[in-house]
C-alpha cells in the first residue's frame, strides 16, 4: 500500500502532574493516543512520535483498562500492541529535531490528551515553533482531551501565561495571551465539570493547579462542550484547528482527523 503521508504525533515527557497542596499525580491516557493514531495508520499515513527532549513518554495506569476502549479487553490490548509494537513510536524523535529535517513533510499534528499537556507542552518553545508552521500552512491540528491546552505553546509568552495561571492571576494571563494565533477559533477541551469529577474520583480531592477550560477562555477561545452532561463525545472544528473534550471523544476525533488528512493531501496533490 503507498502511504498517503506522515502525520506528527506529539507526547509529553512529563512524569508526574504537581497538584495543589503539595500532591502530584500519574500522567498520559492511552486510548486518546493510540485510537486517533491507529486510524490514520489503518487510512495509509504514517506516523512520527515526537516529544520536548525525545524521550519516551509514559502513560497513567489508569488509562490501561477495557473501560476506556467500550468495556473491550480485545480493543485494549490491539491498542497496547500497537503503542508497543508501532515503528514510528520506539524511538521517539525530539521536537527540535523535527523542526530542523524539515516540518514540510508532515501532512498533520495530532497531540493526545490526559494531564501531560497542561505540564510542559503548553509551554514548550519548540512545540510553540511547530504550531505557528502548521497554523502558517493550514494543516490539520488535532488536539484531544486535554491536548488543546499544548495550543497555547505558540504564545509569544507561553511560560507568562501557565504561570501566571498557577498564580490565579487572570488579567497577567490575559495580557501574556496577547497575539495567540487561536484566538477566536472555536474550540472544545476537558470541561471544568469534567476535571472536578476527575479530582474527586482519581486524585483523591487534590486540586489541578488551574483548569484547561477556563484557561482558553482566557486566551481568547470561544469554548464550547457537549450537552446533556459530562463525558460525552464531543468535537469541534475551526479552520484547520479540530479538538474533542475528553476521552470517550477518541473515535469522533479519529475519523475527523482521517478526514482532514484525506482533504489536506488531496488538495496538495492537486
Not at 105 to 122: K, R, T
Not at 152 to 179: C, H, I, Q, S, Y
Request: proline content about 7%; aromatic content about 8%; overall charge negative.
Amino acid at each position: 500500500m503507498t502511504r498517503k503521508g506522515t502525520i506528527l504525533v506529539v507526547g509529553s515527557n512529563a512524569k508526574r502532574f504537581a497538584l495543589r497542596d503539595g500532591k502530584s499525580a500519574e500522567v498520559g491516557y492511552l486510548n486518546e493516543l493510540a485510537i486517533p493514531t491507529q486510524a490514520a495508520v489503518d487510512a495509509g499515513y504514517d506516523a512520527v512520535l515526537a516529544t520536548p527532549t525525545g524521550a519516551v513518554p509514559v502513560m497513567d495506569p489508569q488509562s490501561n483498562s477495557p473501560h476506556h476502549f467500550g468495556g473491550s479487553v480485545e480493543a485494549l490490548e490491539k491498542a497496547l500492541t500497537f503503542v508497543r509494537t508501532y515503528p514510528g513510536f520506539q524511538k521517539p524523535r525530539s521536537l527540535r529535531s523535527v523542526i530542523e529535517e524539515n516540518l514540510d513533510e508532515y501532512a498533520g499534528i495530532f497531540v493526545p490528551g490526559g494531564h501531560p499537556p497542561m505540564i510542559d507542552l503548553m509551554q514548550d518553545g519548540d512545540l510553540g515553533e511547530v504550531l505557528r508552521h502548521f497554523h502558517a500552512a493550514g494543516k490539520p491540528t488535532v488536539l484531544l482531551c486535554h491536548g488543546p491546552i499544548a495550543a497555547t505553546a505558540a504564545m509569544p509568552k507561553a511560560r507568562e501565561f501557565r504561570a501566571a495561571l498557577v498564580a490565579g492571576d487572570v488579567e497577567a494571563a490575559r495580557a501574556a495571551a496577547a497575539g495567540w494565533q487561536y484566538a477566536g477559533y472555536r474550540m472544545t477541551v476537558f470541561s471544568d465539570d469534567e476535571e472536578r469529577w476527575a479530582e474527586e474520583n482519581l486524585m483523591n480531592g487534590a486540586k489541578v493547579p488551574f483548569y484547561v477550560y477556563d484557561a482558553l477562555e482566557i486566551a481568547g477561545g470561544k469554548l464550547e462542550k457537549a450537552p446533556g452532561g459530562i463525558f460525552k463525545p464531543h468535537l469541534v472544528q475551526d479552520r484547520e484547528l479540530i479538538t474533542g473534550q475528553n476521552p470517550p471523544s477518541d473515535h469522533i476525533v479519529a475519523e475527523r482527523l482521517v478526514h482532514a488528512l484525506d482533504a489536506q493531501t488531496s488538495a496538495h496533490a492537486a
